[in-house]
């Protein structure tokens, strides 16, 4: 099946450093990404939905200045952590879907843990 | 709001038990879910979905029944394996929209 990777899988970083999450789709070209983030033993929290070329969309409470969003190719899409304090620690996780954007057509990365200090 | 709970792990059986995880739902209309299976190091997968009620997904000797009555999307398997551990989650989209709710997954170890 399709394949969707992150980089990096895991940083560390201090309190106040951006942090930069990459998310591929590396065999078909992913009109819409999606970002979500994981707490501990908690569900998937969707923080927003990038269409290439376009302005990212972002759910209500996630602060877009905060968060930043790129998708600026079919294949890429990025997710800055700006000025990370430690409430931002988390796992992160993208999806991606095909130009059909059917919901059983979207890929999953294997996540990214974020630990900052 | 939307939203999806389901049972939570971890969960530990041996080979070949019988396997429930529970998952309801909450969801105005008529919503599509998913079970999504995590293995270690790897990223959701789609397991099985149901687009409408009293459909039945299968896949890899899962299955669950869209159970609108009960708001419910029980995941089933007669017999497990080891290679069935892993994290599952239970999931739906709006029938408006394409995005996820996800419920909080549940840990399944299976052991020899």
């Known amino acids: ?117 | 709001g939307d939203s999806v709970t389901q049972m939570e792990g971890p969960v530990t059986l041996s080979e070949e038990a019988f396997l429930t995880i529970n998952c309801t739902y909450t969801a105005t209309g008529y919503p599509s879910l998913f079970w999504y299976v995590q293995y270690p190091g790897e990223g959701l997968q789609l397991l099985l979905k149901a687009t409408k009620a009293d459909d039945k997904g299968s896949n890899k000797g899962f299955e669950a029944t869209y159970r609108k009555e009960t708001t419910s999307f029980h995941l089933e398997k007669g017999s497990v394996q080891v290679s069935d551990s892993a994290v599952y989650f239970c999931a739906l989209t709006p029938n408006t929209g394409n995005q996820f709710y996800f419920g909080t997954g549940t840990s399944l170890t299976v052991i020899p």
Not at chain 1, 31 to 52: D, G, H, I, V
Not at chain 1, 58 to 69: C, R
Request: proline fraction near 3%; charged fraction near 20%.
């Open chain 1, 1 to 117: 099946g399709a394949v969707v990777s992150q980089h990096p899988s895991r940083v560390i970083c201090k309190s106040g450093t951006s942090v930069k999450i990459e998310c591929r789709s590396l065999d078909f070209q992913a009109t819409t990404m999606f970002w979500y983030r994981q707490f501990p033993k908690q569900s998937l929290m969707l923080m927003a939905t990038s269409n290439e070329g376009s302005k990212a969309t972002y759910e209500q409470g996630v602060e877009k200045d905060k968060f930043l969003i790129n998708h600026a190719s079919l294949t890429l899409s990025t997710l800055t952590v700006t000025s990370a304090h430690p409430e931002d620690s988390s796992f992160y996780i993208c999806s991606a879907s095909d130009r059909g954007g059917n919901t059983d057509t979207q890929y999953f990365g294997p996540g990214t843990r974020l630990t900052v200090l």
